[in-house]
T-cell receptor, first 118, second 113 residues
Framework: DAGITQSPRHKVTETGTPVTLRCHQT?????MYWYRQDPGHGLRLIHY???????DKGEVSDGYSVSRSKTEDFLLTLESATSSQTSVYFC?????????????????FGAGTRLSVL | ELKVEQNPLFLSMQEGKNYTIYCNYS?????LYWYRQDPGKSLESLFV?????AVKQEGRLMASLDTKARLSTLHITAAVHDLSATYFC?????????????FGEGTQLTVNP
C-alpha cells in the first residue's frame, strides 16, 4: 500500500460545514495527490503537491484547498461543503520505478475516503 | 488539454472468452498506466507502458501501446471470474508537470460463469 493512510475513511457532514481529509505517508515521497472519483468521470485530480508548502491546482480544484506543512501529511479541506462534493476521495503518492535504463513514476493510491454531504 | 477515452465502458463476458479494452488519448504522451479497481476498494497498478510498441503481460492480461495512434489496449485472454473489476487507463502527457495523470472513465468488466 506504499505506506499511505487516509483518514477518516467515512464521513457524513452537512452542507456548509468545513471538512478536512488527511493523507499520511511514511516513505518520504515528494509528490502527493488528491483525486475525487465519481461515476462517469473516472478519477479527477483536485490538487497535488511536489514538496513541503509546494502545491498546485488540478482540474477540479474549485471549492477545495490543500496544505502540506510536512512531507508526510497532505491535507484536503472543503471550506464549506456542498452536496456536489459528495464523492470518494483518494490520496496518491508518486514513487520512482526503474527498469533497466528506464525510470518513471508510478502513482500508488490510499484506501479512499467516502464523503457524503447532506 | 489531454483527453482520455476508454471503450467500452461496460463489458459483460463469459468465462473463457477473449476481449479487448481500448484507451485513446488526445495528445502526445511519454507513459501510460493501467490500473484495476475492485468494488469499494482502492486502485491497484497493473502495467506501465513507456514506449511505442511496448507490451506487458501478467497472467491473462496483456497491455500494449501504440504512441503513433495514441492508443493502448488491454487484452483479456480466457477470462475468469476473478478478473471482474473496473479497469482504468491513465496517461501522463509529455507537457504535463508534476507527474500528473489523466484518467479514463474506466471499463467495468463482469465475467460471468
Amino acid at each position: 500500500d506504499a505506506g499511505i493512510t487516509q483518514s477518516p475513511r467515512h464521513k457524513v457532514t452537512e452542507t456548509g460545514t468545513p471538512v478536512t481529509l488527511r493523507c499520511h505517508q511514511t516513505e518520504n515521497h515528494r509528490y502527493m495527490y488528491w483525486y475525487r472519483q465519481d461515476p462517469g468521470h473516472g478519477l479527477r485530480l483536485i490538487h497535488y503537491s511536489y514538496g513541503v508548502k509546494d502545491t498546485d491546482k488540478g482540474e477540479v480544484s474549485d471549492g477545495y484547498s490543500v496544505s502540506r506543512s510536512k512531507t508526510e501529511d497532505f491535507l484536503l479541506t472543503l471550506e464549506s461543503a456542498t452536496s456536489s462534493q459528495t464523492s470518494v476521495y483518494f490520496c496518491a503518492i508518486s514513487e520512482l520505478w526503474t527498469s533497466g535504463d528506464q525510470a518513471k513514476n508510478i502513482q500508488y493510491f490510499g484506501a479512499g475516503t467516502r464523503l457524503s454531504v447532506l | 488539454e489531454l483527453k482520455v477515452e476508454q471503450n467500452p465502458l461496460f463489458l459483460s463476458m463469459q468465462e473463457g472468452k477473449n476481449y479487448t479494452i481500448y484507451c485513446n488519448y488526445s495528445t502526445t504522451s511519454d507513459r501510460l498506466y493501467w490500473y484495476r479497481q475492485d468494488p469499494g476498494k482502492s486502485l491497484e497498478s497493473l502495467f506501465v507502458l513507456l514506449s511505442n510498441g511496448a507490451v506487458k503481460q501478467e497472467g491473462r492480461l496483456m497491455a500494449s501501446l501504440d504512441t503513433k495512434a495514441r492508443l493502448s489496449t488491454l487484452h483479456i485472454t480466457a477470462a475468469v471470474h476473478d478478473l471482474s473489476a473496473t479497469y482504468f487507463c491513465a496517461v501522463h502527457g509529455e507537457e504535463t508537470s508534476g507527474s500528473r495523470l489523466t484518467f479514463g472513465e474506466g471499463t467495468q468488466l463482469t465475467v460471468n460463469p
